[in-house]
């Protein structure tokens, strides 16, 4: 799964501890959705969307395999 995580949160001049903090998880958390090593639960995929001003079908882009 690839996301547009970075991407977005450059757009609002935050960062990863930013956003962290927003969303209630420590900073590894979104190093780790970044790099799309990991899966976020649904209420964690919402939050980040709702945070990055987003839904969460453009933020993550996933793979078909």
């Given at each position: 799964?690839?996301?547009?995580?970075?991407?977005?949160?450059?757009?609002?001049?935050?960062?990863?501890?930013?956003?962290?903090?927003?969303?209630?998880?420590?900073?590894?958390?979104?190093?780790?959705?970044?790099?799309?090593?990991?899966?976020?639960?649904?209420k964690?995929?919402?939050?980040?969307?709702?945070?990055?001003?987003?839904?969460?079908?453009?933020?993550?882009?996933?793979d078909?395999?």
């Amino acid at each position: 799964m690839k996301t547009r995580i970075k991407e977005l949160r450059a757009r609002y001049n935050l960062t990863q501890e930013d956003l962290a903090k927003k969303v209630g998880v420590r900073r590894e958390t979104i190093v780790f959705l970044e790099k799309g090593k990991y899966n976020p639960s649904l209420k964690l995929a919402h939050d980040v969307a709702k945070a990055l001003k987003t839904t969460i079908d453009e933020l993550f882009i996933f793979d078909k395999d």
